[in-house]
């Protein structure tokens, strides 16, 4: 991967962080300098480590560059916290000029979204779908692996084909060492519900894994377009 690939989720807590570092830590396998851009943090009080920190922590990679450009205390959409937060919004303008001057000196820049694609960064409606489009890059879905990620991970296929964005495939970002018959039937069933390839599969855990073990065994859980070695089925 070179270039900016944004990641979205069909959803929230799914796996889009842990997704995101063991693409990045492809990357830097390869080689490649890698920025992570975190538009909108929420939840997270002023000082703690949020998603992008969280990443930097996985990978165990000091080469990483990290940036936030806003944080908002509650743990909503990014819109909605700035709102009650009294604090400015974001524009998916401001959001893609930083990826594009990331990009002007990094090989790789991971720019993760707020939960889903259609998540409101600011009160004229910018989303991570209109970010991606601006910057004219592939969107990466990171999906569910049981029952309702058909409908969620359509739904999003559907939104970006609308917007005429890119998707990068997906990854299914936390899949049970011991699938029940909706998460075995999900693997095969999800390209054809959504048009997109499935192109990774997470293991359930990954994100409480030292940095040596998870750098060693990202290529695994993702397919070579995504930098890795492996195949989700």
């Not at 992008?52 to 819109?79: F, H, K, M, W």
């Not at 939960?115 to 879905?141: H, K």
């Not at 049981?146 to 998707?167: C, I, M």
């Not at 359930?204 to 065994?217: N, V």
Request: charge should be neutral; charged fraction near 20%.
């Amino acid at each position: 991967m070179r270039g900016v690939l944004c990641v979205s989720g069909a959803g929230t807590e799914i796996g889009k962080t842990v997704t995101t570092a063991a693409v990045a830590a492809c990357a830097l396998r390869a080689g490649r300098s890698v920025a992570v851009l975190k538009p909108a943090q929420t939840g997270v009080a002023p000082g703690e480590p949020g998603d992008v920190a969280e990443v930097g922590r996985l990978v165990g990679d000091n080469r990483i560059t990290g940036v936030e450009l806003a944080r908002y205390p509650d743990p909503l959409a990014p819109q909605t916290a700035a709102r009650r937060a009294g604090m400015a919004c974001l524009s998916a303008r401001q959001v893609a000029d930083a990826a594009e001057k990331l990009a002007a000196s990094h090989d790789l820049v991971l720019v993760e979204g707020a939960g889903g694609l259609l998540v409101r960064f600011d009160e004229e409606g910018s989303t991570l779908a209109d970010v991606a489009r601006l910057l004219a890059a592939p969107v990466l879905v990171v999906v569910q692996a049981g029952l309702g990620t058909l409908n969620t991970a359509a739904l999003t296929a559907e939104a970006l084909r609308t917007r005429q964005v890119a998707g990068a495939g997906m990854v299914i970002g936390s899949l049970p060492a011991d699938p029940g018959p909706a998460e075995r039937c999900n693997v095969a069933d999800l390209p054809r519900y959504a048009g997109l390839p499935l192109v990774g599969a997470v293991p359930e855990g990954a994100g409480r894994l030292a940095p040596e073990p998870f750098r060693a065994a990202a290529p695994g859980w993702l397919a070579p377009s995504l930098g890795g070695c492996g195949h989700p089925s």
